[in-house]
C-alpha cells in the first residue's frame, strides 16, 4: 500500500513538475515578445529621429546617459544596445507592416508618448506564418542581432530564427552556425536520402542537418598531404563536444570503434551517434584521402548489421556519413545511385587548411573586445 502511495505521489511530482515547466516556458515567450515589440518600437523613434538629420552628433550617447540617471540601474539601454534597437527596427520593418494595433495594456501608455510599444502579430503581414511568428519571438534579442547583422536575405533571417527556435541554439551554437554558412551549406551534401528514407521528416531533417564541407576548428594537422585518420578519430574524441556542435543540435555520442559481431567476426564503425529528432542512428565513418566507391559499400553492410542488431523497433533506418579528405561529386552519384541505406559524402579539413584570408579574420570573443 506504501509503495502504491509512493508511486502516486512520484506521478503528481512528476505532472505538477511538467506544468510548471510548461508555464514558465509560456511566460517567457511572452515576456520576449514584449520585449523585443518594446525594442522595435524604441528603435522605430530612434531611426526617425537620428536618420533625419533632427538630432546632433552624440544624440543617443546622451540620451542613453540621462535614462541612466532618471532610472538608476536600468539595463540594457547602453548607447550600443540602442543603436542595436534602431538596427533591429530598420532590418525588419519591410516585413512587418508598422500599422498593426497597440495592444489594449499599452492604450494608455500610447497616449502620453511618442512611442507606441509594437505587437507582432500574424494578421500584421501576410507573408509570415504563424509558426514564424512564434518563432520570432521566442528568439532572443542577442540572437536576432547576430543574425540580422551577419544575415542580409530575409529568407537566410527566417532560416536562423527556425533552427534557434526549433531546436534551442545558445548564442554559441548560433554563432557557429553563422561561421560555418549553415544557410548555404545545409543540403549541399551530395546524399541518396530521397531514395531510402520513407519518412517525410527524417528525411527533411537529414536534408537539413549535414553539410559537405566541415571546417573542424579543434583539428589540427601537421602535414596535409599525409592524414592519419587514426589521430583524426581521436582529435574528435577528445573534441566531441565541439564536434557535435559543428554538425547541429540533438546529437548524443555513442562511442567510437563501436563493436558489432557479425557471424562471430567483429567489425568496428568509426565514430557512432544518435540522432533526436531523426530518432535514428548515425554512422560516420572517416577516411583519410579521396573518396573511393567501394567506401559506400562497407557503409551500406555496416548500417544493415546496424538495423538488424542495434536499432531498436521504434527508432527509424540507421543513417550513414562519410567524412573524406575530398571527394568528385560525379564518383559519389555513381557510388550511391544503387546503395539500399541512406547515406551521404562530405569532407573535413582543418582550421589550419583554411586560406590566410580567413585566419585573419578577428574571433567573435575579439570582437566583443573591439566593440
Given at each position: 500500500m506504501e509503495q502504491i502511495?509512493?508511486?502516486?505521489?512520484?506521478?503528481?511530482?512528476?505532472?505538477?513538475?511538467?506544468?510548471?515547466?510548461?508555464?514558465?516556458?509560456?511566460?517567457?515567450?511572452?515576456?520576449?515578445?514584449?520585449?523585443?515589440?518594446?525594442?522595435?518600437?524604441?528603435?522605430?523613434?530612434?531611426?526617425?529621429?537620428?536618420?533625419?538629420?533632427?538630432?546632433?552628433?552624440?544624440?543617443?550617447?546622451?540620451?542613453?546617459?540621462q535614462l541612466q540617471q532618471e532610472l538608476p540601474g536600468l539595463k540594457?539601454?547602453?548607447?550600443?544596445?540602442?543603436?542595436?534597437?534602431?538596427?533591429?527596427?530598420?532590418?525588419?520593418?519591410?516585413?512587418?507592416?508598422?500599422?498593426?494595433?497597440?495592444?489594449?495594456?499599452?492604450e494608455l501608455i500610447a497616449q502620453t508618448t511618442d512611442i507606441q510599444p509594437f505587437t507582432f502579430r500574424s494578421t500584421v503581414s501576410a507573408e509570415i506564418k504563424e509558426e514564424d511568428l512564434k518563432a520570432f519571438i521566442s528568439v532572443s534579442f542577442s540572437?536576432?542581432?547576430?543574425?540580422?547583422t551577419k544575415a542580409k536575405d530575409i529568407d537566410?533571417?527566417?532560416?536562423?530564427?527556425?533552427?534557434?527556435?526549433?531546436?534551442?541554439?545558445?548564442?554559441?551554437?548560433l554563432e557557429q552556425a553563422l561561421r560555418d554558412d549553415l544557410y548555404h551549406a545545409a543540403g549541399s551534401m551530395p546524399n541518396n536520402f530521397a531514395l531510402t528514407l520513407p519518412d517525410d521528416k527524417q528525411r527533411t531533417i537529414a536534408m537539413q542537418t549535414f553539410k559537405e564541407d566541415n571546417v573542424l576548428d579543434f583539428l589540427h594537422i601537421e602535414d596535409p598531404?599525409?592524414?592519419?585518420?587514426?589521430?583524426?578519430?581521436?582529435?574528435?574524441?577528445?573534441n566531441v563536444r565541439k564536434f557535435m556542435m559543428s554538425l547541429g543540435n540533438d546529437f548524443a555520442f555513442m562511442g567510437n570503434q563501436y563493436r558489432l559481431i557479425v557471424n562471430n567476426k567483429e567489425r568496428f564503425i568509426d565514430l557512432l551517434f544518435y540522432h533526436r529528432r531523426m530518432r535514428c542512428l548515425v554512422a560516420i565513418e572517416l577516411k583519410n584521402g579521396e573518396f573511393q566507391p567501394e567506401y559506400a559499400g562497407k557503409?551500406?553492410?555496416?548500417?544493415?548489421?546496424l538495423d538488424e542488431l542495434v536499432r531498436l523497433p521504434e527508432e527509424n533506418p540507421s543513417v550513414g556519413i562519410l567524412l573524406c579528405r575530398n571527394k568528385d561529386n560525379a564518383e559519389v552519384e555513381f557510388a550511391l545511385r544503387d546503395i539500399s541505406k541512406p547515406m551521404g559524402v562530405a569532407t573535413y579539413r582543418s582550421v589550419d587548411e583554411l586560406p590566410d584570408t580567413y585566419k585573419a579574420l578577428p574571433s567573435a570573443e575579439e570582437l566583443r573586445k573591439l566593440i
Open positions: 502511495m509512493k508511486a502516486d505521489y512520484a506521478q503528481a511530482v512528476k505532472a505538477i513538475k511538467q506544468a510548471i515547466v510548461v508555464c514558465r516556458y509560456r511566460a517567457a515567450r511572452q515576456m520576449n515578445g514584449e520585449v523585443l515589440g518594446l525594442y522595435y518600437s524604441i528603435g522605430k523613434y530612434i531611426s526617425e529621429q537620428s536618420r533625419s538629420a533632427q538630432w546632433g552628433t552624440n544624440a543617443i550617447k546622451t540620451i542613453s546617459d540594457g539601454f547602453s548607447e550600443t544596445n540602442i543603436k542595436k534597437m534602431r538596427l533591429f527596427y530598420e532590418a525588419w520593418a519591410p516585413a512587418f507592416e508598422i500599422r498593426s494595433a497597440v495592444s489594449a495594456e499599452f540572437h536576432h542581432h547576430a543574425i540580422f537566410e533571417r527566417w532560416f536562423y530564427i527556425r533552427k534557434c527556435a526549433q531546436e534551442f541554439w545558445g548564442y554559441r551554437r598531404d599525409y592524414v592519419d585518420e587514426h589521430d583524426v578519430e581521436q582529435q574528435i574524441v577528445n557503409l551500406n553492410y555496416y548500417l544493415s548489421a
